[in-house]
């Protein structure tokens, strides 16, 4: 397994403002996902984070608004830019082994309120 | 469309008592299957997979899941409850082969264990 950590835990933003969350693994891990929950619901996919390059995006999510930087295997970034009160919500980190085990990690999340 | 399906809401047991999260699936390819549970203000903690192999899988915290083939069945059991295991449990499903290592996430059971 990989322990997955996630800063800040949670943060009270102003509309209009950007956050960044940091994804720290434990160890190297081949994929990285970024999610988002709402408390008591399923997870939706915002994109996969992809080392050296430009992340993937699920339908619904740009990079305008959710940029994502990966730059070891170790290491992600998501930011929440330009937020207003529909942001707010659980953000997930996750981090998986394409060989081996296949099951995903995650990270304790990052709970975002934009007042 | 592949597809996950936690019928139950929610689940009430007395403590003691066996237990049983229903999940079905929909994927082309043969699937690998998972179960993850989320305690209140926590991430995602890994329960068990099936891959291959035996239809019986059995996990962490004295849970198992029997897969069902002919049936599209993933259900999670447990022989006796225990009033820490009120939770929220999460089935997912990758399809196999799937380069993008993404999983198909149910809708999620809250799961209540009644002292």
């Known amino acids: 397994s990989a322990v997955i950590s996630q800063k800040p835990s949670r943060d009270i933003c102003q509309r209009g403002t950007s956050l960044t969350i940091q994804c720290q693994v434990d160890?190297?891990?081949?994929?990285m996902f970024w999610y988002r929950q709402q408390p008591g619901q399923s997870l939706t996919l915002i994109a996969t984070?992809?080392?050296?390059?430009?992340?993937?995006?699920e339908s619904g999510f740009v990079i305008d608004k959710f940029p994502i930087s990966r730059p070891n295997l170790t290491f992600s970034t998501l930011t929440v830019s330009n937020m207003s009160p529909e942001d707010s919500s659980i953000y997930l980190c996750s981090g998986a082994r394409v060989a081996g085990s296949n099951e995903q990690f995650f990270g304790p999340g990052t709970r975002l309120t934009v007042l | 469309a592949q597809s996950v399906a936690q019928p139950e809401d929610q689940v009430n047991v007395a403590e003691g008592n066996p237990l049983t999260v229903k999940c079905t699936y929909s994927v082309s390819g043969n699937p690998y299957l998972f179960w993850y549970v989320q305690y209140p203000n926590r991430g995602l903690q890994f329960l068990l997979k099936?891959?291959?192999?035996d239809n019986l899988v059995k996990g962490s915290y004295g849970f198992e899941a029997e897969f069902n083939k002919s049936q599209t069945s993933f259900h999670l059991k447990k022989p006796s409850a225990l009033v820490s295991d009120s939770a929220l449990y999460f089935c997912?499903?990758?399809?196999?082969?799937?380069?993008?290592?993404?999983?198909?996430w149910g809708a999620g059971t809250k799961l209540i264990i009644k002292p």
């Open positions: 984070a992809n080392q050296g390059s430009e992340a993937t995006y």
């Open positions: 160890s190297q891990v081949t994929m």
């Open positions: 997912a499903v990758r399809s196999t082969p799937d380069s993008n290592y993404q999983l198909i």
């Open positions: 099936y891959i291959t192999g």
